[in-house]
């Protein structure tokens, strides 16, 4: 009898997950609140395909973020997982870079040198959570031949907030 309802236990929980398996691969934004990763991941790759970088961006970090004390039993993220997770960001800031390629002038803008370097640092962080990926290895490379050797770029504030109105200089 114990074996029968572990059987039908384990069959409820193989549908279950079978079922959100085919909504990520169709594409959908997982609405069931007992996968909550799998729905944040889902949204960030959703804002990807659909040209939303700076969201799917921000989607992706947060799935970096540590649980809350009330989520304590939350999906558990492993070192492949983190890998993918920064491969993921990197793809959108080199995207994102591709979109704001130059000036007038012909020199890379520099939220387009920002989000290269980012990239870089990102598919860096990945390789270093999976040194076998292959597609990591591949997308650095492919960036590294994009930008220019010598690139510099301001520092910009993560908080987008100017602070224009501060004095510069010695009084």
């Known amino acids: 009898m114990t074996g029968l309802i572990g059987t039908s236990y384990e069959l409820y929980q ?3 997950i079978e079922k959100v398996n085919r909504q990520l691969l169709s594409g959908q934004v997982l609405d069931m609140e007992t996968y909550p990763f ?5 949204d960030a790759y959703q804002q990807a395909k659909s040209g939303n970088y700076k969201h799917a961006i921000q989607g992706f970090g947060q799935l970096m973020e ?3 004390k009330d989520q304590e039993n939350q999906f558990e993220i492993d070192k492949k997982l983190k890998s993918q997770i ?8 080199f995207r994102s870079g591709l979109q704001r390629l130059v000036n007038e002038d012909g020199e890379l803008q520099e939220e387009a040198k920002f989000n290269y370097l980012q990239a870089k640092a990102s598919y ?6 999976d040194p076998y990926s292959k597609a990591s290895k591949f997308n650095l490379s492919l960036l590294l031949s994009i930008i220019p050797k010598n690139i510099k770029t301001v520092a ?4 987008g907030m100017e602070i224009s109105n501060l004095p510069q200089g010695l009084p």
């Open 14 to 16: 193989f549908k279950k």
């Open 38 to 42: 799998h729905q944040k991941y889902s």
């Open 66 to 68: 540590p649980p809350k």
């Open 86 to 93: 920064h491969f993921n960001i990197a793809n959108n800031l």
């Open 124 to 129: 860096e962080q990945a390789l270093k959570l």
């Open 156 to 159: 910009q504030d993560p908080s």
